[in-house]
Nanobody, 121 residues
Framework: QVQLVESGGGLVQAGGSLRLSCVAS????????MGWYRQAPGKQRELVAA???????NYADSVKGRFAISRDNAKNSVYLQMNSLLPEDTAVYYC???????????????WGQGTQVTVSA
């Protein structure tokens, strides 16, 4: 019914930049918060950045000043601009969205399939 598709991952050298995109497709009533998480090998999935439908964004301390999250509600999309990338940013990045399928239903978390980001030293 709902699918989140990420794109924009890849291989980049330390200090470089990447821009991740996520588009929610399908039929749904609306989207509340959207965000990006990442999971490195052997580590827990962690929040990178999130933005509610309205209000302030929040970032993991490790990416503050380097990453910027934004969204386009008309396109049901969320983006993550990643600058000054570090090897420790290497991970699979997952798009997350809290989506309400129907007006008569509560919302639920949905996840994308993930996109690999690799930062070489």
């Amino acid at each position: 019914q709902v699918q989140l598709v990420e794109s924009g991952g890849g291989l980049v050298q330390a200090g470089g930049s990447l821009r991740l995109s996520c588009v929610a497709s399908g039929t749904f009533f609306g989207i509340n918060a959207m965000g990006w998480y990442r999971q490195a090998p052997g580590k827990q999935r962690e929040l990178v950045a999130a933005v509610p439908a309205s209000g302030t964004t929040n970032y993991a301390d490790s990416v503050k000043g380097r990453f910027a999250i934004s969204r386009d509600n008309a396109k049901n999309s969320v983006y993550l601009q990643m600058n000054s990338l570090l090897p420790e940013d290497t991970a699979v990045y997952y798009c997350n969205a809290f989506i309400r399928l129907r007006a008569s239903m509560r919302g639920y978390d949905y996840w994308g399939q993930g996109t690999q980001v690799t930062v070489s030293a």
